[in-house]
């Protein structure tokens, strides 16, 4: 359980960080799915997930699936950012 946990706890910081790097729509179609998963975890710690209610696990899936393409884009835009910077900095020596 405590790598569902740390699973829930970055993908919920996840949309914040999204906001911030102006990936706006992605971060708001997130919320819902880390919403979602809070309360499958939740459930499942509590009361447990019945059999019949095994569709609730889809939605804790699809947070974690939504939440590893998210956290690819905010690196893939950290090392747009990092290259740009370099590049940056070598044109400041240069001159």
């Known amino acids: ?8 706890l970055i993908f919920s910081f996840t949309p914040f960080i999204l906001w911030g790097d102006k990936w706006k729509k992605t971060a708001l179609i997130q919320i819902p799915f880390v919403i979602g998963a809070w309360f ?6 509590m009361v447990g997930i019945s ?3 095994n569709y609730l696990w889809l939605l804790f899936i699809a947070n974690l699936v939504y939440g590893h393409i998210a956290f690819t ?8 950012s990092v290259k740009y910077n370099q590049g940056y900095v070598r044109t400041l020596s240069e001159a």
């Open 40 to 45: 499958v975890f939740t459930k499942h710690m």
């Open 51 to 53: 059999p019949s209610e």
């Open 73 to 80: 884009i905010i690196l893939l835009e950290l090392r747009k």
């Open 1 to 8: 359980m405590s790598i569902l946990l740390i699973f829930l």
